[in-house]
C-alpha cells in the first residue's frame, strides 16, 4: 500500500504563489506517474499536470500552462506543484495522485491508483 501525504494548501491573493507538496510512502515504494488534479465545488475532477517519476517528463493542463509547475524529488519520493499567477478560477481542493504502470493516458483520474486526502486552495480576489 501507498500512503500519500500532502500539504502546502492555503489561502492567498490573485497573483500569488503556493507550492503543494504530496510525499509518498510505503514499504516499497513504486510509482511509475504522478500527478496532480483539482475539484471545484459542483465540478468534476480535472488533470492539472502529471510526471514521468524516472524521467521527469511534465505534462500540464492548458488552464495552467505557463503558471504551474510540476516537479519531483526522486530522493524524497515527493512531487511538487509550484503554482504561480494564482487566479479565482484555481480556487478548488487540489489531489495528488501516483500511478503504478504507465498504461492508460496521464491525464484520466481512473488510470492512478492511490490518492492523497486533498488540500484546499483558495485564492482571493
Known amino acids: 500500500q501507498v500512503q500519500l501525504v500532502e500539504s502546502g494548501g492555503g489561502l492567498v491573493q490573485a497573483g500569488g504563489s503556493l507550492r503543494l507538496s504530496c510525499a509518498a510512502s510505503?514499504?516499497?515504494?513504486?510509482?511509475?506517474?504522478m500527478g496532480w488534479f483539482r475539484q471545484a465545488p459542483g465540478k468534476e475532477r480535472e488533470f492539472v499536470a502529471a510526471?514521468?517519476?524516472?524521467?521527469?517528463?511534465?505534462y500540464s493542463a492548458d488552464s495552467v500552462k505557463g503558471r504551474f509547475t510540476i516537479s519531483r524529488d526522486n530522493a524524497k519520493n515527493t512531487e511538487y506543484l509550484q503554482m504561480n499567477s494564482l487566479k479565482p478560477e484555481d480556487t478548488a481542493v487540489y489531489y495528488c495522485?501516483?500511478?503504478?504502470?504507465?498504461?492508460?493516458?496521464?491525464?484520466?483520474?481512473?488510470?492512478?491508483?492511490?490518492w492523497g486526502q486533498g488540500t484546499q486552495v483558495t485564492v482571493s480576489s
Open positions: 510526471i514521468t517519476w524516472s524521467t521527469g517528463t511534465t
Open positions: 510505503g514499504r516499497t515504494f513504486s510509482a511509475y506517474r
Open positions: 495522485a501516483a500511478s503504478r504502470t504507465y498504461g492508460g493516458t496521464y491525464y484520466s483520474p481512473k488510470n492512478y491508483d492511490y
